[in-house]
C-alpha cells in the first residue's frame, strides 16, 4: 500500500474511532458527503450513471497528469458521504497506487458491518469503477 493511501487510511480510521456509536458516525459520514464538490449537471448522463448502486450515483473520472482523480454525487446523503470518504483515499492518485491499496479502511472503520446490504453492494461498486478507471489508464 502506497503512504499517501495508507495516510489516508489511517486519518479515517482515527476520526471513526473518535465516535463512541454508529448514530454519531453515520451523522459524520453524511456531513462529509455534504462537502462535497460541486458535481456539474452535463456530467449527470447515462454514461456516467453508475450501476449496482440503490441510489443514485453519477461517476466521472479523469486524469491529470500522472494521477487519476473523480468526481461523484448521489441523490442519498449516506452514499454522498460515502463517496467523500472513497475520494479521500483514492483520488489524485497514481493509478497504481490504487490498484496496490485495498480498501482496508472499510474493515478498520466497521462500514462491512454496520452498512445496509445494498448500500455495501453500492460501496463495493463505487470502489470497482474507480478501479476499472485505474485500470484503464494503465
Known amino acids: 500500500m502506497t503512504s499517501e493511501i495508507k495516510h489516508a487510511q489511517d ?17 459524520y459520514i453524511i456531513d462529509l458527503g455534504k462537502r462535497l464538490p460541486a458535481f ?3 456530467w449527470r448522463t447515462d454514461e456516467r450513471k453508475l450501476h449496482g448502486c440503490q441510489s443514485q450515483v453519477w461517476f466521472h473520472i479523469q486524469t491529470e497528469g ?8 448521489s441523490d ?13 483515499v483514492y483520488s489524485e ?3 497504481q497506487d490504487i ?7 472499510i474493515h478498520a472503520i ?4 454496520h452498512l ?5 453492494n453500492g460501496l463495493g461498486a463505487m470502489i470497482q469503477e474507480i478501479r476499472r478507471g485505474a485500470r484503464a489508464v494503465l
Open 93 to 95: 492518485r497514481q493509478p
Open 76 to 88: 442519498s446523503a449516506i452514499v454522498s458521504g460515502l463517496i467523500a470518504i472513497l475520494m479521500r
Open 66 to 73: 500522472d494521477r487519476l482523480s473523480f468526481q461523484a454525487i
Open 99 to 105: 490498484l496496490d491499496s485495498p480498501p482496508d479502511f
Open 11 to 27: 486519518e479515517l480510521i482515527e476520526e471513526f474511532s473518535l465516535f463512541d456509536n454508529w448514530v454519531d458516525r453515520y451523522q
Open 116 to 120: 445496509s446490504p445494498t448500500r455495501s
Open 40 to 42: 456539474p449537471e452535463e
Open 110 to 113: 466497521g462500514l462491512d458491518e
